[in-house]
């Protein structure tokens, strides 16, 4: 499966949780995708990450967090104040959107490309 793929999978996980505004770790969004451990998410949770941002949505990747820390990773870039995001994030209709696609994070992840090889 592609991190396009896995970052739609993610996606339907993400929006529930936002709409049920329950906590969410990294270790719970792996288990139900069936991984063997949270690494794997990093690359399709960038996706989401990118695509909220370009989209004008609040964080919805703010939701996952270390069971720990109850934060998100280092590598969420987009999130100014957490507890703020997540209040935006927990009271957008998220169903209400027009439904997102795989192809909307294949075009993120060539903008992704696109914007390594320039640096």
């Known amino acids: 499966m592609t991190n396009p ?10 929006i529930s949780y936002a709409h049920t505004q329950q906590p969410l770790t990294y270790g719970k969004v792996s288990d139900y995708l069936g991984y063997k451990g949270a690494r794997v998410l990093s690359q399709p949770l960038d996706l989401i990450m990118r695509y909220c941002a370009k989209q004008g949505f609040p964080p919805l990747t703010c939701l ?3 069971k720990e820390t109850r934060e998100p990773g280092a590598g969420l870039t987009t999130v100014e104040d ?7 994030v927990h009271s957008k209709n998220w169903f209400a959107l027009k439904p997102v696609q795989i192809s909307d994070f294949e075009k993120i992840q060539e903008e992704k490309r696109h914007l390594l090889k320039s640096s």
């Not at 793929?5 to 993400?14: D, F, K, P, V």
């Open 82 to 88: 957490l507890s703020l995001d997540r209040e935006a």
């Open 5 to 14: 793929e896995h970052a739609m999978q993610i996606w339907q996980i993400l």
């Open 64 to 66: 996952v967090a270390n």
